[in-house]
């Protein structure tokens, strides 16, 4: 027999039971009759006791063991000779040896997975199947198979259907660079590892699967993060005759119920919803973090009435105010001039950051204006209540670069200072995205994606003015993480046509491209929507983990190798 009994599950109540245990020695301890083995399994570590006085055989057989051996022990379960502690179950047991099977040896570890020491990012992924039996990283592991099996309930729960997608196919409108595999068969034909199963999905809702859900691989060649990796996993949801919504009421039920059955949290009943221009202008950000209470303030209007001689600025530029309080914390702590070096960065000339006082205008600080109008402080200060001891942050710049810069502060601040609110969770849905966005080149490209629908909008305004539609979008924000993404898409043939056009797709890409999706399209198409889960993200946000390797098993770096099986590799 294997086991008995995996080491986590051993406790109190198994006190004179014989019982099997197989795992690995985690740590030893010698003493002149004694050895004290920690055994450990994926479910927790049990300790063993090899007692010289009643078994010297196996007293003899444990001073040949050693850190990180496969064993089996069989014994007895005994109460601790010296308790620990009256409310853990488990930490007052043992189990008195009756006889040991070493499975096999281990040589002494290249990494330390015990955690008196970190080892780099690199031993790590070399050794990846040694540093999975760290303790936590075996944890991470189990706790993302609970998540998962609760996303099969659920969706099981809800009427949704499991269908897998394909993995090779042809390029996608994903946004990332494919990665391309040659086929055998055909020369100089390539399939297209799926960026996201968008089109399959889409296909299903003709289909008439009114909905399905997926745990889909996806595969994009872009630059790695610290929450983003070439390959990884996304939850895939998509339902038919419905607006969105009602989606979005779906999603936030499943993601109430995943807080409370892992975290034990209970999230909001409504989650607040903010759009997206509302959410640049007041946290410079898409994806606001609302534990952070500063917030964005556009004060353009004080600056109109200015005489142009006093106006170190243009008529375009916006003006932008954070106000940190002084019951906030103590503010002297802030090192002015860093902020001021990191609107340079971002190319903000015209910044100051400023604790006011009551002195706080005279005739030193006002050489110190960097060319902002004297009244501009006066303006702010009888506006927003300013008091002794607190600071204003004062940025004047173009609309979109300034909101990126002030947004960037507003995290920086938050974090430095330590001002946001602690373990609680704070989602937000931000919805109404624009359509399009404008490159450098002039060309217009889709925010999300191109079967993303327009909100309201005919057709002739949106080809005649594509840059101001918003689209039927949503994005769940939780903590500063975007967790998802959604959309309704695109039924119609003639506005799915009319959006390629705008892209300026001409017919023989869309026919090459998304000719089998535009033929379908003309076969009574349903009104549908979708929304995709990043799985390792919503992982990793749990977990509070601040790097998305720390919750896959087998990650790559930020080359997008992996150091393990030395891949990629020539053929």
């Known amino acids: 027999m294997s086991r008995t009994h995996y080491c986590g599950e051993v406790n109190f109540f198994h006190i004179g039971t014989r019982v099997i245990i197989s795992g690995w020695i985690h740590s030893i301890r010698r003493l002149k009759n004694l050895t004290f ?11 063993a006791v090899c007692s010289k006085k009643l078994f010297p ?12 051996f496969c064993i089996r022990i069989s014994g007895k379960v005994r109460e601790k000779r010296k308790k620990i502690s009256e409310s853990v179950l488990q930490k007052n047991i043992e189990v008195l040896v009756h006889s040991i099977n070493i499975l096999n040896n281990s040589k002494n570890l290249p990494i330390d997975i015990i955690g008196r020491k970190i080892s780099s ?23 993302r198979s609970e998540i998962t099996h609760f996303i099969h309930q659920f969706m099981h729960k809800n009427k949704f259907v499991n269908i897998e997608t394909p ?30 199963p968008q089109m399959f999905k889409q296909i299903l809702m003709i289909s008439g699967f009114d909905r399905y859900y997926q745990i889909a691989k996806c595969f994009r060649d872009e630059d790695s993060r610290s929450n983003r990796q070439p390959e990884f996993t996304q939850l895939d949801m998509e339902m038919s005759f419905v607006n969105s919504k009602k989606i979005k009421k779906i999603i936030e039920r499943f993601i109430r ?37 500063l917030e964005l303030v556009d004060i353009t209007y004080l600056t109109s009435s200015f005489d142009k001689p006093k106006r170190k600025f243009s008529n375009e530029d916006s003006c932008i105010l954070i106000h940190i309080k002084q019951v906030l914390k103590d503010i002297k702590s802030i090192q002015l001039k860093k902020y001021q070096q990191l609107s340079l960065k971002f190319k903000i000339k015209n910044f100051l950051i400023l604790e006011f006082s009551s002195d706080f205008l005279n005739q030193t600080v006002k050489k110190n204006l960097l060319g902002f109008p004297v009244e501009l402080f006066y303006s702010i200060r009888s506006n927003f209540q300013i008091k002794e001891g607190d600071v204003i942050c004062v940025g004047i710049g173009k609309k979109p670069l300034l909101n990126q810069f002030m947004g960037h502060l507003r995290s920086k601040l938050a974090k430095e200072l330590d001002i946001s609110e602690k373990n609680v969770w704070k989602p937000i849905w931000v919805i109404d995205f624009p359509m399009f966005k404008e490159e ?27 840059i101001r539609t918003v689209s039927d979008s949503y994005d ?3 903590n500063g993480q975007e967790l998802g993404s959604g959309s309704v898409r695109i039924y119609k043939k003639e506005i799915q046509e009319k959006i390629f056009q705008i892209l ?31 799985l390792d993200r919503i992982v990793m946000l749990m977990l509070n983990q601040k790097n998305i390797k720390n919750v896959i098993a087998f990650p790559k770096t930020t080359s997008a190798s992996c150091l393990m099986t030395n891949s990629p590799s020539k053929i």
Not at 57 to 68: A, D, G, H, W, Y
């Open 37 to 47: 083995l920690d055994i450990r399994d994926r479910t927790g570590i049990i300790q």
């Open 57 to 68: 055989s196996i007293f003899l057989q444990s001073l040949k063991l050693n850190q990180e």
């Open 121 to 143: 990012e690199e031993m790590q992924l070399k050794y990846r199947y040694l540093y999975l039996r760290n303790p936590d990283m075996n944890k991470t592991l189990v706790i």
């Open 167 to 196: 993995y090779l196919s042809n390029p996608t409108d994903g946004g990332a660079k494919d990665f391309l595999v040659p086929s055998r068969t055909k020369h100089n034909h390539y399939y297209a590892l799926a960026q996201s």
């Open 257 to 293: 119920k995943l807080w409370k059955k892992i975290l034990k949290y209970d999230l909001p009943n409504c989650f607040p919803t903010i759009t997206f221009e509302d959410a640049i202008q007041k946290y410079g950000t898409d994806k606001p973090d609302l534990r952070n209470p």
């Open 440 to 466: 450098k080149d002039g060309c217009l490209k889709p925010v999300h994606h191109v079967f993303t629908s327009p909100k309201l909008c005919d057709i002739s305004k949106l080809y005649s003015n594509p």
């Open 476 to 478: 769940m924000v939780i």
């Open 504 to 534: 300026k797709i001409n017919e023989e890409d869309q026919k090459n491209r998304f000719g089998f999706f535009l033929e379908a399209m003309q076969y009574g198409v349903p009104p549908h929507a979708g929304f995709a889960f990043g």
